[in-house]
């Protein structure tokens, strides 16, 4: 489909904002002052972020994820030639992420992350159909998902402090790609303005709070530590998310707390505390109500009633593709694709904000393992 610029993203944001009214008042989704974005005060343009290592950059590395994404979902044309263009994809990323690559036109590199993934397709024909990431996802509700955006063999994250940045990796990653795939969809996002509390989307809540942080928390829910084909990837989702933001903030603040199951205010769970404090699911008020809820997102998405496996590291961003087509680009890394559906169902069953969120599209990725220098993008796939 046809995308606007990162500028357009941006503008139309701010513009957004300004006509929520209470919105940007709460700094949600992207600030109005856009050099606030663009260049956050606490990461220089000349911060760069290793791309080598065990796991790729861009899902625990940065810890607080950069202001601007660029996804990019594509088809592969030539499977047979998949190696040769994984190890030039991960060569290309090297040299971007250290600043050296000519596309950047010699701008700092922001933070600069490239990731990369393989659709369940994909992954079935290099491993079989047990392999972690060989699942497709299942259809759910409130999806309205046209044919081009279901699935994908190919997933390309970009994300940096500057989007001039994130545009010009982009370019630089198509022009590696060439004829070799073919780009199903594209969007670009921006992540709001971050205080001591973290960052507001769209709605004007908090987003993102309840996330596996510690080293113990992300072997135990991000990482595959499984055969040494995956170890050390993980499983990612991505999901364009619309959000009927002039319906939801119409509400009485009090109705759009009930629907997330926070204050909208500090963010803390409305069974008190304060954002860092645990979501008591069993709170009750004198009369026996429970505190958040039960149909409030905070309960229908927490691990433990809906069954999942751990924790989703989320690290989603707010888009605007013109009137009417605003929302969230929400990105989810997990060790299994099982804590994904198991808590969509859940919130498919029972969850307020549900009625304002309509997918537009949707894919899951096996993303690969680390690589380095020595050792390629996707060695691990074609080493066994």
């Known amino acids: 489909m046809e995308l606007p610029s990162q500028s357009e993203v941006d503008r139309l944001l701010s513009r957004r904002l300004l006509l929520a009214g209470g919105l940007a008042a709460g700094a949600a989704g992207c600030s ?17 972020v290793a791309a080598a290592g065990r796991h790729q950059a861009g899902i625990a590395s940065p810890p607080d994820q950069q202001a601007h994404v ?44 490239v990731t990369v993934g393989l659709g369940p397709a994909v992954v079935r024909d290099l491993l079989g159909p047990a392999a972690p990431g060989a699942q497709d996802l299942p259809r759910f509700g409130r999806e309205e998902i046209p044919a081009e955006h279901r699935g994908g063999d190919l997933l390309i994250q970009i994300c940096a402090d500057d989007p001039a940045i994130a545009t010009l990796a982009d370019q630089s990653i198509a022009a590696v790609l060439g004829t070799a795939a073919t780009t199903r969809w594209q969007s670009n996002g921006v992540r709001g303005f971050v205080d001591a509390s973290g960052a507001r989307n769209l709605l004007g809540f908090y987003d993102g709070v309840n996330v596996p942080r510690t080293q113990p928390e992300l072997d135990h829910d991000v990482w595959l530590d499984g055969p040494a084909a995956v170890r050390g990837g993980t499983i990612a989702v991505v999901r364009l998310i619309r959000l009927d933001i002039d319906r939801f903030t119409r509400q009485p603040v009090v109705a759009q707390e009930r629907a997330i199951g926070r204050r909208r205010s500090d ?15 069993n709170a009750k008020t004198d009369d026996g109500r429970y505190l958040i809820p039960v149909d409030a997102h905070v309960r229908r998405a927490h691990p433990l009633p809906s069954g999942a496996d751990g924790l989703m590291l989320r ?7 013109g009137a009417g087509d605003q929302g969230l680009i929400f990105i989810s890394f997990q060790r299994t694709l099982r804590t994904f559906i198991r808590t969509q169902q859940r919130l498919d069953e029972q969850d307020a904000l549900m009625a304002f969120a309509t997918t537009t599209a949707s894919g899951t990725f096996l993303i690969l393992p680390g690589f380095d220098s020595t050792h390629s993008l996707g060695s691990t796939l074609f080493s066994r």
Do not use: C, E, K, M
Request: net charge positive; proline share 7%; hydrophobic share 35%.
């Open 70 to 113: 660029t996804i990019r979902i594509a088809d592969l044309t030539s499977r047979p030639g998949l190696a040769t263009t994984l190890a030039r994809l991960g060569r290309r990323i090297l040299s971007l992420t250290a600043g050296t690559d000519a596309h950047l036109a010699g701008l700092p590199v922001s933070r600069l992350t």
């Open 315 to 321: 690290r989603s961003y707010s888009y605007a593709h």
């Open 267 to 281: 963010g803390a769970p409305l069974s008190g505390g304060t954002i860092g404090t645990a979501p008591d699911l």
């Open 32 to 48: 109005v002052d856009r050099t606030q974005v663009a260049a956050p005060v606490d990461h220089p343009g000349t911060a760069t």
